[in-house]
């Protein structure tokens, strides 16, 4: 990859924090951009030296005569003369040496990919419903929204198979225990208690395999799905972002329903109206979508009914002018599709 400082040579934009971003995704489009391998750090190593020589040189004549009785040679005289040089010299050097470490962090990454994405005019901005429908797949998307999480996990969240199995288990039991009165004799009640208990028990395991099923057929413990709302009214438009839970920054997964944030991604699918929620569903996309509008209307009123009946039997001792009914403070209200216009992304990192 060419020197990540090229990133300065684009328009500077404000720093972003992230709540995901998908690592794989960020590296794979960074090499791809660039042609070469990821950069994950660098190391520079400068060194410097200095050195300082100093000296003096002295010159003169010299001579030396002398005169002196070697035995047996005799009388030896000499003149000894010629010229004198010395010199003194002092050096000092002094060098210095540094090493700096460079880390590129997944947000440097991010902000390149932004970068190069605009300045590419590859990056297309969902505002409105006109830009939703003129989307294709395979495009990059930057887009701005609300998040609300999928009604239908949202309930999945709550009634898991153990709380099935726990309220099956209950119902039974409930169910048994109004017919105990006919029951005279110690042994033909503890016999009905015996098979009761059995019976309460086989059910909830039923009900426990069952919401297991519809579980694994409805969500993924591995995925989120979210709505996110852009702009208002007439104009507005659902981005339905599907988010892989291990690609989370922040430990908390629905920080994501806590504001206003951007998404940056890529288009799966072209701008539709009013989707069937159960599109994604293996088993219940077969059914036809006036049938789902119908299951999902049956649903609200039965839970209607149901908050009516606790409002008019248990809340009537309290109730008073100024008490609100439950069916005004509950909304008991499931959508069967995806209203107005929408598209699905999948997110390479969302922040704000």
């Known amino acids: ?26 590296g794979g489009i960074l090499q ?33 005569s002398a005169k002196a009785t070697v035995p047996i040679v005799g009388a030896v005289g000499a003149n000894l003369g010629g010229d004198r040089t010395g010199s003194n010299s002092d050096s000092s050097s002094a060098s210095q040496k540094s090493q700096q470490n460079f880390v590129y962090s ?9 970068n190069w994405l605009r300045d590419e005019g590859k990056l297309k901005r969902v505002e409105s419903v006109k830009d939703a429908l003129a989307l294709l797949p395979g495009q990059f998307v930057e887009y701005q929204a609300t998040f609300k999480a999928n009604e239908l996990n949202a309930i999945l969240d709550i009634l898991t198979p153990d709380l099935v199995a726990a309220i099956t288990l209950h ?22 208690s015996y098979e009761l208990m059995e019976r309460s028990k086989a059910h909830a395991e039923l009900a426990r395999a069952i919401a297991e099923a519809v579980r694994v057929d409805f969500r993924s413990q591995k995925t989120r799905e979210y709505y996110g709302k852009i702009g208002l009214a007439s104009s507005a438009v659902t981005a339905v972002t599907i988010c892989d839970t291990r690609h989370f920054v922040v430990e908390d997964e629905d920080r994501i329903l806590d504001g206003l944030f951007t998404v940056l991604g890529k288009v799966t699918s072209s701008g539709e109206v009013d989707v069937p929620v159960l599109k994604r569903n293996k088993v219940l996309d077969r059914i036809k979508p006036e049938a789902v509008d119908w299951l999902f209307d049956v649903a609200r009123r039965s839970v209607s009914e149901q ?24 909304d008991a209200a499931f959508s069967s599709r995806i209203e107005g216009t929408s598209f699905r992304v999948v997110p390479i990192a969302i922040y704000i």
Do not use: C, W
């Not at 190391?43 to 003096?56: C, D, H, I, L, P």
């Not at 997944?106 to 932004?114: F, G, K, M, T, W």
């Not at 119902?171 to 009905?192: A, C, E, I, N, T």
């Open 307 to 330: 908050a009516n009946k606790l409002d008019g039997s248990q809340l009537s001792a309290l109730a008073d002018a100024e008490t609100p009914s439950v069916s005004d403070v509950f």
């Open 171 to 192: 119902q039974v039991k409930s169910s048994g225990f109004k017919v105990f009165p006919q029951y005279g004799d110690f042994d033909s009640l503890q016999r009905f």
């Open 106 to 114: 997944q947000a440097y990454y991010l902000y390149v990919i932004r």
């Open 1 to 26: 990859m060419n020197d990540p400082s090229i990133a300065t040579e684009s328009k500077s934009h404000q720093p972003t924090v992230s709540i995901y971003q998908n690592a794989e995704h960020v």
């Open 32 to 64: 791809q951009i660039f042609g070469e391998p990821l950069i994950s750090s660098e190391s520079r190593e400068v060194a410097t030296g200095q050195a300082q020589n100093s000296g003096s040189v002295r010159k003169g004549q010299a001579s030396l």
